[in-house]
């Protein structure tokens, strides 16, 4: 009886995907729970597991679309399992016969015990001579080459030197013209993860009014508080303590204070969230994605952090599944760790905001009447025009630089 796999419902707005990869290929054994393909929608990668045990056969080529309920394979649940193959013998140690530790022993006894010139002694190694026997004419009874040719050896040897007279060098080719490496052309289809993401940065750019504003915050006091206490705080809560922590507890305080930054247009109105559920863009080897954390405004730092760490754990991993996607009400993207100096950030539809973090690089900045040198780094949000005024956006920057610039502010709330 034959197994049959289909591809299941994975989402409400996920009608059909891509075969990215088969774990398994046809006649091979599998069993039950054993990922069989992963399959690329548009929002993320679906591992599919084998409901039956038996032998597969793969209906599906990688690179192929299916929508929801199609056949990608069957399992025959009649097939035998494979025997495992028996383990080798050891291997025995080869003994040395009686008559080859003979041959060995005449032969080490037949070293000849003169004094040689390196010349006659490659020679005769090159040429396995026996030179016990042969008298030598040189100073103090040495060999030399003379000798062994005198001795009928010179089946042996290379040519004397009294050799015939040199050919004048050939003519030599003329060198190759010089390569000016390949010019071809690759075409790949997009996956389907790419389709979309290609589609919702296009949508961004035609359905929001969007603009961006930037600013530079003074990392000092956070880097320096979480040099105080990273130690402690991983010994505490089991995780690092990073920047981003901060930056979400900094964007939440500005939230509250602009909820324009949290909602989105819908036709001829504005839909506020009264909840901080904030998407944190995560570079995978598929594309950028954008995992929510939720509830922000209830975490603290320690609960920020776990979630974020267990987010690029899965990003990596190819787990991230679409409730992990859903429902974010802003963004912080952090093209910082590439080394981004500055960029402007695309609005994640529908969101009116996103957040951008750059690189922290040490730079002169006039403080107190005096030139000093201090972490900083450009801070970016991009936010749809139709409900963000410039002074609200410029504002809300404003307020993540102080909660950032003073920490204590975010412990506090003011």
Sequence with gaps: MAFEVRFPVVGESVQEGQVYKWRKKTGDYVKRDDVLVEIETDKATVEIVAEAEGAITVLKKEGESVAVGELLAKIDQAAAAPIAPPQAAASTPVKTTAPEMAVAAKAEAAVDPRPQSPAVARMIKEHQIDAAGIPGSGRGGRLTK??????GQKDKLPASKTAAPPVADAPKPPLPAVATGTRGVRREKMTRLRQRIAERLVEAQHTAAMLTTFNEVDMTQVMELRKRYKDSFKDAHGVGLGFMSF?????????????ALNGFVDGQDIVYHEYYDLGVAVSTDRGLMVPVVR???QLNFAQVEAAISEYGKKGREGKIGLDDLSGGTFTISNGGVFGSL?????LNPPQSGILGMHKIQERPVALNGQIVIRPMMYLALSYDHR?????????FLVRIKEGIEDPARLLLGV
């Design 295 to 297: 509830n922000c405004d």
């Design 247 to 259: 930056f979400v507890k900094a964007t939440v305080e500005a939230l509250k204070a602009f909820p």
């Design 387 to 395: 409900i963000v005024d410039g002074k609200e956006a410029v504002s």
């Design 342 to 346: 500055l960029s402007t950030p695309i």
């Design 146 to 151: 003379d000798d062994l040719i005198a001795e």
